[in-house]
């Protein structure tokens, strides 16, 4: 499984309009990796998540997903690789109006035949597993930050997704909170042999989770790197990996 | 040779080489000034720029800018220039002020030629047509998916809506509309006091509510309560990243967060459209009765009289059209919203404006359909 390839990017630009921020970018995605896509702010990460998830078009190029061109394949072929992949937002990006509970049924609802009796079970399974049992009837807004992450990953899990992508999900969480996150997110990799891609920029995430990666360049608009990250960390193949991997601290 | 300038800076030439000498503090200092002095002092033949430094006391940023742009001057010229005799945290400040690693890839700010401009207008402005039109062909297919039970709209989303411009409306309406019977009662009375025909004030009332009056009130209430509710809930969840999360869903976000507004707007606004016609009358009332001592009985009969079913239904309609036009524009803005707080003001700014410029436009054009008709 470990060789089997799930995203493979061929030639992909991003950006927006005339405005490019990357730029003929090629690479793959093995089955099973939990992969990092890194780089300074301003580089593009958040950008190619979101040609990756279909949010918006590549310029050019093209992102085959489980053997699936994203970009000429048919709607109802895209949508069932959609349905396929969860997403945890910076944000948790919860519906504020729905019960943490009912956020996780929509899409059981909207895609599955099971009865809602199933359905609401289920809900509470995958709350159970992000270490929220017992939340279900909470309201978004009645819970704390790391919460919403944790809940945005119980629907992001909703589907058994074959690859979850993540926005940044360390971003506003303190240093444990955003362990304990790394840790759920090796856990479901491990059990589930979920495929991860995740943004970030957070070096502590990066070592601790990472198998491969990619670290894009804003200045050269390009992959300037590929790896694991720590093999990356031992052998850089150029100063601005390294300084990027070393918070900036140039040898003297 | 030597030039005294303002303050404790002083420019010397020696040759080839150009000293600026710092011989006391620098506090607030005029950099700019100083530098188009620079500029006019420094002659072609000059190769190298000094710091020198003379007694150097406080400095302030403006020393700082005067450092930064003696150097970005040098740089451009091709002129070396030597800061070593400065502090070394005026260096280092220097320094960090050019380490900066990225020069900007898009234009930012940058004014356009008219040509260009007026160019780049059409293009937004056509743009902008093609979207509304798609919008607008969504919403269409999505109340075909409706009425053949192929939505995915939420039934508690719906409630939700209908309540919020039902029930919750009805008390800002009823009191707006019974003000405007009375303003309208007033306004006529006074006319029509010196002809002796003050009775006709009901009849006044009546037409003007039912017709026009009680619609236009109830959608330019509407679009202010619930339009703008409508743009800035949706702005907010495409602030949170919630419209990002139901695509990639793949669930329409016009089946979700349109449909159950359109539908509760559809349903009240014609029922609060009748509630104000009703209400304005109540106004008139009070005025022609407690006001102007007209016979209780005498108001209602002439107001019934008036009352014209016509004119009813035409007003009935008006509130129609304006439900769809609210939901549509205040949908629209909070869908179209940026991803900022700021955002979020303008998207329910504009769904108000848009809403109530769509009105008028509405009436208009309803107005001369029923004149072709004889309605």
């Known amino acids: ?252 | 040779m030597r030039k005294e300038t303002e303050n404790n800076l002083v420019l010397q030439t020696f040759d080839n080489e150009f000293n600026i000498v710092v011989a006391g503090p620098i506090l607030n200092y005029d950099s700019a000034a100083f530098l188009q002095n620079l500029q006019k002092e420094l002659s072609t033949n000059i190769t190298k720029i000094n710091f020198v430094a003379d007694g150097i006391g406080q400095w302030d940023s403006s020393f700082l800018a005067v450092m930064y742009g003696v150097v970005g001057l040098a740089q451009s010229r091709g002129i070396e220039c030597d800061i070593s005799a400065m502090p070394q945290n005026v260096r280092d400040l220097v320094g960090l002020a050019y380490a900066v690693d990225r020069k900007p890839t898009h234009g930012g700010g940058k004014k356009l030629p008219f040509l260009e401009k007026l160019g780049k207008n059409t293009l937004d402005i056509l743009q902008k047509t093609s979207d509304v039109m798609d919008f607008l062909g969504k919403i269409g297919s999505a109340v075909g998916r409706f009425f053949t039970f192929r939505s995915i709209m939420r039934r508690i989303d719906f409630c939700a809506a209908l309540e919020d411009c039902g029930p919750k409306s009805i008390g800002i309406v009823s009191l707006i509309s019974f003000l405007v019977g009375l303003i309208l009662a007033f306004v006529g009375a006074i006319q029509l006091q010196t002809f002796g025909a003050q009775i006709y004030v009901a009849s006044l009332v009546t037409i003007g509510m039912c017709r026009i009056m009680g619609a236009i009130m109830v959608g330019i209430i509407m679009a202010g309560r619930t339009g703008s509710s409508y743009a800035a809930t949706i702005g907010t969840m495409q602030v949170n990243e919630e419209l990002d999360a139901l695509q990639t869903m793949g669930l329409s976000k016009i089946d979700f967060l349109v449909l159950p507004r359109l539908l509760a707007l559809l349903i009240a606004m014609p029922i609060l459209t009748i509630l104000a016609d009703f209400m304005g009358m109540i106004g008139g009332a009070f005025v022609g009765v407690f006001m102007m001592d007209l016979p209780y009985q005498e108001y209602w009969k002439y107001a019934f009289n008036a009352f014209n079913l016509e004119n009813f239904l035409v007003g009935v309609f008006h509130g129609f059209c304006f439900g769809i036009i609210i939901a549509v524009c205040g949908c629209y803005s909070g869908l179209n919203c940026g991803r900022d707080a700021d955002s979020v003001g303008v998207a329910t700014t504009q769904s108000v404006v848009r809403a109530i410029v769509w009105m008028i436009v509405a009436t208009g054009i309803i107005t001369v359909i029923c004149m072709e008709l004889g309605i």
């Open chain 1, 1 to 252: 499984m470990k060789n089997e390839i799930a995203i493979e990017a061929k030639n992909l630009s991003v950006g927006y309009g005339d405005y490019v921020l990357l730029h003929d970018a090629d690479y793959q995605v093995n089955k099973g990796d939990i992969f990092i896509i890194m780089g300074g702010s301003g580089c593009g990460k958040s950008s190619m998540l979101r040609v990756l998830t279909g949010l918006i078009e590549p310029l050019k190029g093209t992102v085959i997903i489980n053997g699936v061109d994203m970009v000429t394949a048919k709607r109802e072929e895209v949508q069932r690789i959609r349905e396929k992949s969860g997403i945890l937002y910076q944000s948790g990006a919860l519906f504020s109006s729905m019960t943490l509970a009912e956020n996780i049924m929509l899409p059981l609802q909207q895609y599955s035949d099971y009865s809602p009796q199933t359905i609401r079970e289920l809900a509470e399974l995958k709350l159970a597993l992000v270490g929220l049992k017992g939340f279900g009837d909470f309201y978004p807004s009645e819970i704390s930050g790391g919460m919403k992450k944790r809940a945005g990953l119980a629907r992001a899990l909703a589907l058994d997704p074959d690859i979850v992508y993540f926005d940044e999900p360390s971003a506003g969480l303190d240093p444990i909170s955003s362990h304990n996150l790394d840790d759920l997110i090796i856990e479901i990799n491990r059990s589930l042999g979920t495929t991860i891609v995740v943004v970030t920029h957070e070096l502590a995430s990066i070592f601790a989770i990472g198998t491969n990666s990619i670290f894009l360049d804003a200045n050269t608009k390009t992959i300037m790197a590929k790896g694991n990250p720590r093999e990356l960390l031992k052998n850089p193949p150029n100063k601005e990996v390294s300084e990027f991997l070393t918070r900036g601290e140039k040898k003297k």
